[in-house]
């Protein structure tokens, strides 16, 4: 009984070593054949090193973040905008205006700015009126006329409500104004700003703008002239149109 017992178990035993075997050769065939089909493949490339890969595709116009969408090389942006002097506590002063420029390159530019104000009164000058009190505006900017250097060192893309994807472009400006004013001279500017151009497209973008003047007056008051420093915050928003048309991209 005890022969048949142990006769028994080396049958199941090989039983079972051999359908692992076979199983185990099936595996073997088929990454054989697997490799085959790779080694195969690899040959219809023609391919003689990793080092030609690079020549399979061609890379000069895949829309990645190394170019940009809009661009701006050799090309002129006409931005007409509105906007309002932010740091004026008694007067609303409205702006009507545009900026004109050339790119010579992706980050580099020349920008010429004409902007005319309008002035209206707060609701506190009207409290003050009723109080007794008598408010004027010492100088009553009326437009700048000037020149910057435009600086765009920062691009990239950003998601919009997870709906699409659009390229700005963030940049700085500095440089020169003619302020008209209502005072005796007309006083020089100094101007830097800084804002961001969202493209619509190859040739329209959506633009933001501060801009900061600062400027020495000399005004009167109470019938006595004084020299004084004065400082104006704009900002501006509108349309960019670039021209002529992009020969890339």
Known sequence: M???????LHLSLLLAFSANAQEIDEILEREEESLDVADENVKNLNVKDFSSLEKLVPFDDIAVIQKRYLPRTKRFEFFPNVGMILNDAFFTNYIFGGKFAYHFSEKWGLEATYLALSQSEKQVVDDLDSEGVETTSILTPESYMGIDLKWVPIYGKMAWMNQEIIPFDFYFTFGLATLD???????????????QSFAVNKYTAIRWDTSL???????????????????NLHLTIGASFFFPEAKYR
């Open 2 to 8: 005890r022969f048949y017992t142990i006769l028994f």
């Open 181 to 195: 004013a209502d005072s005796a001279d007309s006083p020089m500017a100094v101007h830097v700003g800084a804002g």
């Open 213 to 231: 003047y600062w400027y020495s007056a000399e005004v009167t008051t109470n019938g006595r002239k004084e020299d004084g420093s004065y400082m």
